[in-house]
């Protein structure tokens, strides 16, 4: 059947550059250009890079008990990074697996174990660290080192203490290589956050890596993202690449379950993405990039499922991504549900691109939505974008 978007609030409509066709059949868009923004009024571009927290907040006394995960992913390792902590060969199980505890983290639900968790991190390159407790960290967060492999326990997770602030991340992956994570609980905690602005609490920070493994991830009350993938901010020009992430959990987070800002060949498989809310654009997913330096190559977004987000299930809005430097776009979803009723499931816009070239394809194939998708204007006439045999209602 043909639908004339007369579903869309006056408020929330757009200039549609083509009748959208539904059912068995599929929807291609070779987009034209011209001004616009953002595709929904909740969707405004509010992605941004972010700086190391310093803050180290104030303790509390509440524990959280999370779900189980499972994993059993590795990574091979190269030399190490520099270390620092000690330990004994008893620490060493004979399977090569170090503990938390033998670095002195408590894992009380109470302790502040920031600085021995670090410390854990920091002594078990090249090696597997398991995660045994229920850590308490402050918001200064925990940097990992290239050929890090991290495993959770059942049962075991790291939350934020009592904060104030509105920029932290609770692992960086910034600049390192081969990191492989299984089963991750992180608690941005952000019903403790004394902060009243600011978007920029992530959970998992990814900028300028490679080769990373995250098995069943789950992050929920970030203050901003769940996980946040983007270039470098050391180095210029060096984007995150080879980054797997399977099975993640976002539930609550506050700006998006997940925001890719740069990236290439980046894949999440079956990820859930969840009441998300708080800040816009309050996206499951941001696909957004700060400026003309962004990569979107071989981006792969697998069975995602997006619901009870307060914004666009997925959001892609390349509003800085035209400029002097020529780009191809490389977007793929498949098989994305959305139970979305207020700002739709999908929504793709924002480029004014002003003579600069954008070409390539953002498709999203076989989804199921309750509501139809958005498309802006401002497309350039290079990029094209398809739905492929969407389900409606």
Same mark, same amino acid.
């Not at 960086?172 to 994570?181: A, K, Q």
């Given at each position: 059947?043909?639908?004339?978007?007369?579903?869309?609030?006056?408020?929330?409509?757009? !200039?549609?550059?083509?009748?959208?066709?539904?059912g068995?059949g599929s929807?291609?868009?070779?987009?034209?250009?011209?001004?616009?923004?953002?595709?929904?009024?909740?969707?405004?571009?509010s992605?941004?890079k972010?700086?190391?927290?310093?803050?180290?907040?104030?303790?509390?006394?509440?524990g959280?008990?999370?779900?189980?995960?499972?994993?059993?992913?590795?990574?091979?390792?190269?030399?190490?990074?520099?270390?620092?902590?000690?330990?004994?060969?008893?620490?060493?199980?004979?399977?090569?697996?170090?503990?938390?505890?033998?670095?002195?983290?408590?894992?009380?639900g109470?302790?502040?174990?920031r600085?021995?968790?670090?410390?854990?991190?920091?002594?078990?390159?090249?090696? *597997?660290?398991?995660?045994?407790?229920?850590?308490?960290?402050?918001?200064?967060g925990?940097?990992l080192r290239?050929?890090?492999?991290?495993?959770?326990?059942?049962?075991a997770?790291? !939350?934020?203490? $009592?904060?104030?602030?509105?920029?932290?991340?609770?692992m960086?992956?910034?600049?390192?290589?081969?990191?492989?994570?299984?089963?991750?609980?992180l608690?941005?905690?952000?019903?403790?956050?004394?902060?009243?602005?600011?978007?920029?609490?992530?959970?998992i920070?990814?900028?300028?890596?490679?080769?990373?493994?995250?098995?069943?991830?789950?992050?929920?009350?970030?203050?901003?993202?769940? *996980?946040?993938?983007?270039?470098?901010?050391?180095?210029?020009?060096?984007?995150? !690449?080879?980054?797997?992430?399977?099975n993640?959990?976002?539930?609550?987070?506050?700006?998006?379950?997940?925001? *890719?800002?740069?990236?290439d060949?980046?894949?999440?498989?079956?990820?859930?993405?969840?009441?998300?809310?708080?800040?816009?654009?309050?996206?499951?997913?941001? *696909?957004?990039?700060?400026?003309?330096?962004?990569?979107?190559?071989a981006?792969?977004?697998?069975?995602?499922?997006?619901?009870?987000? $307060?914004?666009?299930?997925?959001?892609?809005?390349?509003?800085?991504?035209?400029?002097?430097?020529?780009?191809?776009?490389?977007?793929?979803?498949?098989?994305?549900?959305?139970?979305?009723?207020?700002?739709?499931?999908?929504?793709?816009g924002?480029?004014?691109?002003?003579?600069?070239?954008?070409?390539?394809?953002?498709?999203?194939?076989n989804?199921?939505?309750? !509501?139809n998708?958005?498309?802006?204007?401002g497309?350039?006439?290079?990029l094209?974008?398809?739905?492929?045999?969407?389900?409606?209602?």
């Open positions: 059947m043909a639908s004339t978007r007369s579903d869309i609030p006056s408020a929330m409509r757009r !200039k549609i550059l083509s009748t959208l066709v539904f068995t929807l291609v868009l070779a987009a034209c250009g011209g001004g616009g923004g953002a595709s929904s009024p909740t969707a405004a571009s992605s941004s972010t700086s190391p927290g310093t803050s180290g907040g104030s303790q509390d006394t509440t959280t008990t999370p779900g189980s995960g499972t994993g059993s992913q590795s990574a091979s390792v190269t030399s190490p990074d520099t270390v620092t902590g000690t330990r004994n060969a008893s620490d060493v199980s004979p399977n090569g697996v170090l503990t938390d505890t033998s670095f002195g983290v408590k894992g009380d109470i302790t502040n174990d600085v021995a968790l670090q410390a854990a991190i920091d002594g078990s390159v090249g090696q *597997i660290l398991l995660i045994t407790g229920q850590s308490r960290i402050d918001s200064t925990l940097t290239s050929n890090t492999h991290i495993r959770f326990a059942q049962g997770s790291i !939350k934020l203490l $009592a904060h104030n602030t509105d920029s932290y991340q609770m960086r992956l910034w600049d390192v290589s081969n990191v492989n994570i299984e089963s991750p609980y608690d941005g905690s952000k019903s403790l956050n004394a902060a009243t602005s600011g978007e920029w609490g992530m959970g920070s990814i900028a300028g890596s490679s080769n990373i493994t995250i098995t069943s991830p789950t992050t929920i009350d970030c203050w901003g993202d769940g *996980i946040y993938i983007a270039n470098s901010y050391s180095v210029d020009g060096v984007t995150s !690449k080879g980054i797997t992430i399977s993640h959990l976002a539930d609550g987070c506050r700006r998006q379950g997940v925001s *890719i800002i740069s990236g060949t980046v894949t999440f498989n079956s990820p859930v993405w969840q009441n998300i809310g708080g800040t816009a654009p309050g996206a499951g997913l941001d *696909i957004e990039p700060n400026d003309n330096t962004a990569v979107f190559r981006i792969r977004i697998v069975s995602p499922k997006t619901l009870g987000c $307060a914004g666009p299930g997925i959001q892609v809005d390349l509003g800085s991504l035209a400029g002097p430097i020529p780009k191809t776009v490389d977007i793929q979803i498949t098989n994305h549900i959305d139970n979305s009723l207020v700002d739709g499931p999908f929504s793709v924002g480029m004014a691109p002003s003579g600069y070239i954008v070409t390539g394809a953002i498709t999203n194939t989804p199921v939505w309750q !509501k998708w958005y498309l802006g204007n497309i350039p006439s290079g094209t974008i398809s739905v492929v045999n969407p389900r409606i209602g």
